[in-house]
């Protein structure tokens, strides 16, 4: 069974920047880390879940609006990781930001980290 833990979130001021870290484990023989597309997604109090940014196996990106050319998303396949690096970050970026790893209608999802922008 894949797990993923997500970790680097917390409290941080408008304008600032929070590196997120997504450690996977538990990958069966011929499916390893490299096999799965990886996603960063946020819930935000009262709102529905939505996606922030994917990286492919083959390591394309794709990024939500609101987030482009603020948040960069990046993968090692070497140690089993994917990142979320938040710059000039503002309060509505405020959420519980949850790790995703997919291959074909296969989904994992981590626990969620909060991360809340605000002075």
């Known amino acids: 069974q894949v797990q993923l833990v997500e970790s680097g979130g917390g409290l941080v001021q408008p304008g600032g920047s929070l590196r997120l870290s997504c450690a996977a484990s538990?990958?069966?023989?011929?499916?390893?880390?490299?096999?799965?597309?990886m996603g960063w997604y946020r819930q935000a109090p009262g709102k529905e879940r939505a996606l922030v940014a994917t990286?492919?196996?083959?390591?394309?990106?794709k990024y939500r609006d609101s987030v482009k050319g603020r948040f960069t998303i990046s993968r090692d396949n070497a140690e089993n990781k994917a990142y979320l690096q938040m710059n000039s970050l503002k309060p509505e970026d405020t959420a519980v930001y949850y790790c995703?790893?997919?291959?074909?209608?296969?989904?994992?999802w981590g626990k969620g980290i909060l991360v809340t922008v605000s002075s």
């Open positions: 990286i492919s196996r083959s390591s394309d990106t």
């Open positions: 995703n790893a997919q291959w074909s209608s296969i989904n994992y």
């Open positions: 538990g990958f069966s023989f011929g499916f390893s880390f490299r096999s799965y597309d």
